[in-house]
C-alpha cells in the first residue's frame, strides 16, 4: 500500500506499507482525499514524542468492508478518537477523554495519508451527494470550530472576537457568527475577509476600541504567543478559549487570568452532524480555503506548503472516487 509515513521528523511517501486489517467491530475505508492540518505539521515538530507511522486525521473516502454490509460502498468521513468504551471516562460518556484512547494519524492508529485506513463503524459518518469531496475533507475541522458553541461561554449577546485569520480562525469565525453572535477577527491577511464579511463577520488589524472588552476570545493562531494575547484582550470576568495546538513549551505569565478573574477554556474535538448539516446546506464556505491540491506522491511538496506561515488548507488526492 501506498502511504506517508513519519519517524523521527522525517517524512516519507513509501509503496511498501502493510494493508491495514479492520479489528472486531472496525470498517476499511479506502482513502479518496486528505487535508494537512496544523497539528499534521506540529508532528514533524514533536507534537507527539516518538511518533511513528501514518500520520492524518481529515479524510472524505469510500467503505470497502465493514460489519454491516449495506455500508460496502458508500462515501464517509470518520471521527478520529477510538475509545475503548470500558474506562471511567468512556463510562461518563467522555469518549474523546477515554484513558486508553487511540486517535487517527495520531496516537497509536494509523491514519488517512495512506490508499486505506481503518476505523470503528460506529465513528463513520455518511456523506450527502451534495457534498464534494474536496468540502467533505472539512467536516473534522468544522467539527472542531463547532465545538466552541458546546463550551457554554458564548451567548448571542456576547461580543466574541478570534484571534486569527487562517484556516482554523476562518472556519471558527463563521461557526460563531451562525450562532448569532457579533463576531470579530483579528488578522492578517485582508484577501481573504471577503469570506468574513459577506456573512456579518467584521475583520480587523489591531483590535481597537475590543481591547479589554471582548466577552469571550478565542484562540485560533496556532503560535504559543496566542494565549497571552488572548488574556489581554478579554474583558474581566471573560472567557478565552484555546484551540491551538503546538510542540514544545512556551512561558506564559497567568496573572492577568488572575486579576481579570478570566475562565480559560480548552476546546478540541467536535460533533459531525451538524457539520455535515452545515456543508449539506452551504451554510459555511470551505472550499475557498483550499490553497492547493498535490497527489500522494508529492506529500513532501505538499507538507512544506501546508507549512508556510499563512497557508490555507492544503489537500493529498490519494486515490480517485
Not at 470518520?78 to 469518549?95: K, N, V
Not at 485506513?117 to 463547532?146: G, Q
Amino acid at each position: 500500500m501506498r502511504g506517508v509515513y513519519l519517524e523521527a521528523g522525517v517524512l516519507q511517501v513509501r509503496d511498501d506499507l502493510p494493508m491495514p486489517s479492520p479489528r472486531e467491530g472496525e470498517a476499511l475505508v479506502r482513502v479518496h482525499t486528505a487535508g494537512i492540518c496544523a497539528t499534521d505539521i506540529e508532528l514533524l515538530r514533536g507534537y507527539v514524542p516518538g511518533f511513528r507511522g501514518i500520520p492524518g486525521h481529515e479524510f472524505v473516502g469510500t467503505v470497502a468492508a465493514h460489519p454491516d454490509l449495506a455500508w460496502v460502498g458508500r462515501r464517509v468521513v470518520g471521527e478520529i478518537t477510538i475509545a475503548c468504551g470500558e474506562c471511567a471516562m468512556c463510562r461518563r460518556g467522555l469518549r474523546k477523554h477515554c484513558l486508553q484512547r487511540r486517535v487517527l494519524g495520531l496516537r497509536g492508529h494509523d491514519g488517512a495519508f495512506a490508499e486505506y485506513l481503518t476505523l470503528p463503524a460506529e465513528n463513520l459518518h455518511p456523506v450527502p451527494d451534495e457534498i464534494s469531496d474536496e468540502a467533505a475533507v472539512f467536516t473534522e475541522p468544522l467539527a472542531a470550530a463547532l465545538q466552541v458553541l458546546e463550551t457554554g461561554a458564548i451567548g448571542p449577546a456576547d461580543r466574541v472576537l478570534i484571534l486569527g485569520d487562517g484556516k482554523l480562525g476562518l472556519l471558527v469565525a463563521q461557526a460563531v457568527a451562525l450562532a448569532g453572535s457579533e463576531t470579530f477577527v483579528l488578522g492578517h491577511h485582508p484577501e481573504r475577509w471577503h469570506i468574513l464579511r459577506e456573512r456579518g463577520i467584521i475583520p480587523m488589524h489591531d483590535p481597537g476600541g475590543l481591547q479589554g472588552l471582548a466577552d469571550v476570545v478565542i484562540e485560533c493562531t496556532g503560535r504559543p504567543e496566542g494565549i497571552q494575547e488572548a488574556l489581554r484582550l478579554v474583558r474581566p470576568q471573560g472567557a478565552v478559549i484555546l484551540k491551538s495546538t503546538f510542540a514544545g513549551v512556551h512561558p506564559l505569565n497567568l496573572s492577568e487570568a488572575v486579576v481579570k478573574e478570566a475562565r480559560l477554556i480548552g476546546s478540541r474535538c467536535g460533533p459531525f452532524a451538524p457539520a455535515l448539516r452545515l456543508l449539506a446546506r452551504r451554510q459555511v464556505e470551505v472550499e475557498a480555503l483550499i490553497e492547493a491540491v498535490y497527489p500522494l506522491t508529492q506529500a513532501e511538496e505538499a507538507f512544506a506548503r501546508a507549512g508556510r506561515r499563512g497557508a490555507l488548507k492544503v489537500l493529498l488526492r490519494i486515490t480517485c472516487a
